[in-house]
Protein backbone atom coordinates (compact mmCIF):
# COMPACT_ATOMS: atom_id res chain seq x y z
CA UNK A 1 0.00 0.00 0.00
CA UNK A 2 1.44 3.31 -1.07
CA UNK A 3 0.00 6.65 0.75
CA UNK A 4 -0.14 9.38 -1.99
CA UNK A 5 0.62 12.82 -0.62
CA UNK A 6 0.24 16.38 -2.43
CA UNK A 7 1.09 19.56 -1.52
CA UNK A 8 -0.47 22.77 -3.18
CA UNK A 9 2.01 25.79 -4.47
CA UNK A 10 1.31 28.73 -2.46
CA UNK A 11 4.69 30.68 -1.96
CA UNK A 12 8.15 30.27 -2.90
CA UNK A 13 10.55 28.87 -0.60
CA UNK A 14 14.73 29.39 0.08
CA UNK A 15 17.24 27.05 -0.80
CA UNK A 16 20.60 26.74 0.44
CA UNK A 17 23.94 27.27 -1.88
CA UNK A 18 23.91 23.88 -3.56
CA UNK A 19 23.86 23.94 -6.81
CA UNK A 20 20.54 22.36 -8.43
CA UNK A 21 20.21 21.88 -12.25
CA UNK A 22 18.80 19.50 -14.85
CA UNK A 23 20.84 15.58 -14.92
CA UNK A 24 23.15 15.25 -17.56
CA UNK A 25 24.45 12.52 -19.17
CA UNK A 26 27.59 12.94 -17.29
CA UNK A 27 25.58 12.34 -13.66
CA UNK A 28 24.42 8.38 -14.89
CA UNK A 29 26.94 7.05 -12.69
CA UNK A 30 26.25 8.47 -9.71
CA UNK A 31 22.50 8.71 -10.24
CA UNK A 32 22.93 4.78 -10.48
CA UNK A 33 24.48 4.66 -7.40
CA UNK A 34 21.69 6.69 -5.50
CA UNK A 35 19.41 4.06 -7.00
CA UNK A 36 20.68 1.49 -5.63
CA UNK A 37 20.90 3.08 -2.22
CA UNK A 38 16.92 3.57 -2.78
CA UNK A 39 16.53 0.28 -3.31
CA UNK A 40 18.08 -0.74 -0.56
CA UNK A 41 15.65 1.09 1.83
CA UNK A 42 12.71 -0.08 -0.36
CA UNK A 43 14.24 -3.88 -0.08
CA UNK A 44 14.33 -3.64 3.63
CA UNK A 45 10.57 -2.87 3.82
CA UNK A 46 9.58 -5.31 1.70
CA UNK A 47 12.09 -7.75 0.99
CA UNK A 48 8.98 -9.98 -0.57
CA UNK A 49 9.07 -7.90 -3.91
CA UNK A 50 12.61 -5.63 -4.19
CA UNK A 51 15.88 -6.88 -4.67
CA UNK A 52 18.32 -5.48 -3.22
CA UNK A 53 21.42 -4.28 -5.19
CA UNK A 54 19.41 -3.40 -7.98
CA UNK A 55 18.58 -0.21 -9.36
CA UNK A 56 14.46 1.01 -10.64
CA UNK A 57 16.49 2.32 -14.03
CA UNK A 58 18.87 1.01 -16.55
CA UNK A 59 21.52 3.21 -17.80
CA UNK A 60 20.15 3.34 -21.45
CA UNK A 61 16.64 4.01 -19.28
CA UNK A 62 18.41 6.54 -17.64
CA UNK A 63 19.43 8.55 -21.46
CA UNK A 64 16.06 8.82 -22.48
CA UNK A 65 14.56 10.05 -19.38
CA UNK A 66 17.32 12.97 -19.18
CA UNK A 67 16.62 13.96 -22.63
CA UNK A 68 12.73 13.85 -22.14
CA UNK A 69 11.02 17.65 -21.09
CA UNK A 70 8.15 15.76 -19.82
CA UNK A 71 10.08 13.60 -16.94
CA UNK A 72 12.65 16.01 -16.00
CA UNK A 73 15.71 14.70 -13.12
CA UNK A 74 16.60 17.50 -11.51
CA UNK A 75 20.85 16.92 -9.49
CA UNK A 76 21.96 18.65 -6.27
CA UNK A 77 25.33 19.15 -6.69
CA UNK A 78 28.09 19.92 -3.91
CA UNK A 79 31.24 20.46 -5.71
CA UNK A 80 30.07 19.24 -8.83
CA UNK A 81 29.65 15.73 -7.35
CA UNK A 82 25.81 14.95 -7.52
CA UNK A 83 24.65 14.18 -3.67
CA UNK A 84 21.33 13.55 -4.40
CA UNK A 85 18.03 13.75 -7.14
CA UNK A 86 14.56 14.22 -7.47
CA UNK A 87 12.58 12.66 -10.91
CA UNK A 88 10.18 14.34 -11.67
CA UNK A 89 7.18 13.54 -14.48
CA UNK A 90 4.59 16.26 -15.71
CA UNK A 91 1.23 14.52 -15.98
CA UNK A 92 -2.22 15.47 -17.31
CA UNK A 93 -4.98 14.39 -15.35
CA UNK A 94 -7.39 12.39 -16.27
CA UNK A 95 -10.36 14.28 -18.59
CA UNK A 96 -13.74 14.66 -17.04
CA UNK A 97 -16.47 16.19 -18.52
CA UNK A 98 -16.98 17.69 -15.13
CA UNK A 99 -13.36 19.10 -14.41
CA UNK A 100 -11.25 21.74 -16.09
CA UNK A 101 -8.28 19.60 -17.54
CA UNK A 102 -5.42 20.67 -15.21
CA UNK A 103 -1.33 19.41 -15.48
CA UNK A 104 0.68 18.46 -12.15
CA UNK A 105 4.34 17.49 -11.07
CA UNK A 106 4.52 14.06 -9.68
CA UNK A 107 8.10 13.38 -7.71
CA UNK A 108 8.19 9.86 -9.05
CA UNK A 109 12.08 9.80 -6.30
CA UNK A 110 13.72 11.80 -4.45
CA UNK A 111 17.28 10.63 -3.12
CA UNK A 112 20.15 12.24 -0.74
CA UNK A 113 22.80 10.65 -0.37
CA UNK A 114 23.18 8.60 2.61
CA UNK A 115 26.62 10.17 3.82
CA UNK A 116 24.85 13.61 2.80
CA UNK A 117 21.87 13.65 4.95
CA UNK A 118 20.66 16.46 7.25
CA UNK A 119 22.56 19.16 5.09
CA UNK A 120 19.11 20.23 3.78
CA UNK A 121 19.34 18.50 0.62
CA UNK A 122 16.23 17.08 0.10
CA UNK A 123 14.33 20.54 1.59
CA UNK A 124 16.37 22.45 -1.10
CA UNK A 125 15.72 19.73 -3.98
CA UNK A 126 12.06 20.00 -3.16
CA UNK A 127 12.51 23.73 -3.48
CA UNK A 128 13.80 24.13 -6.74
CA UNK A 129 10.83 21.12 -8.04
CA UNK A 130 8.42 23.45 -6.55
CA UNK A 131 10.01 26.28 -8.59
CA UNK A 132 9.75 24.78 -11.28
CA UNK A 133 6.05 23.99 -10.49
CA UNK A 134 5.20 27.93 -10.13
CA UNK A 135 7.37 28.29 -13.02
CA UNK A 136 4.90 25.78 -15.06
CA UNK A 137 1.72 27.09 -13.19
CA UNK A 138 0.90 23.75 -12.13
CA UNK A 139 -1.51 23.92 -8.55
CA UNK A 140 0.05 20.81 -6.82
CA UNK A 141 2.95 18.17 -6.81
CA UNK A 142 2.04 14.96 -5.86
CA UNK A 143 4.36 11.96 -4.40
CA UNK A 144 3.76 8.30 -3.20
CA UNK A 145 5.80 7.02 0.05
CA UNK A 146 5.84 3.28 0.78
CA UNK A 147 3.64 3.74 3.92
CA UNK A 148 6.46 1.79 5.91
CA UNK A 149 9.40 4.02 4.93
CA UNK A 150 8.37 5.94 8.48
CA UNK A 151 11.76 8.44 7.66
CA UNK A 152 10.40 9.74 4.59
CA UNK A 153 6.72 10.38 5.45
CA UNK A 154 8.28 12.70 8.23
CA UNK A 155 10.18 14.24 5.60
CA UNK A 156 7.40 15.07 3.42
CA UNK A 157 5.49 15.94 6.13
CA UNK A 158 7.71 18.73 7.23
CA UNK A 159 7.83 20.02 3.62
CA UNK A 160 4.08 20.31 4.38
CA UNK A 161 2.75 17.72 1.94
CA UNK A 162 -0.64 16.05 3.20
CA UNK A 163 -1.75 12.92 3.46
CA UNK A 164 -4.74 12.59 0.51
CA UNK A 165 -5.40 8.63 -0.13
CA UNK A 166 -3.69 5.19 -0.39
CA UNK A 167 -3.39 3.00 -3.24
CA UNK A 168 -2.50 -0.16 -3.17
CA UNK A 169 -0.02 -1.49 -5.80
CA UNK A 170 0.72 -5.02 -4.69
Known amino acids: VLDKWKIDILQEGETNKLN ?14 LLKQVLTIHAN ?20 IILDDN ?19 KKSQPFSTNMIPFESLFIDDLCVDANARGNHIGRSLFEYVKKQAEKYCYPSIYLTCNKYNKHSLAVYEKFGFQWIDSVQTD
Open 20 to 33: IRRAEEKDIERIME
Open 71 to 89: RPIYVATDDDQVVGYAFCI
Open 45 to 64: IRPDIFIDGTTKYTKEELTE
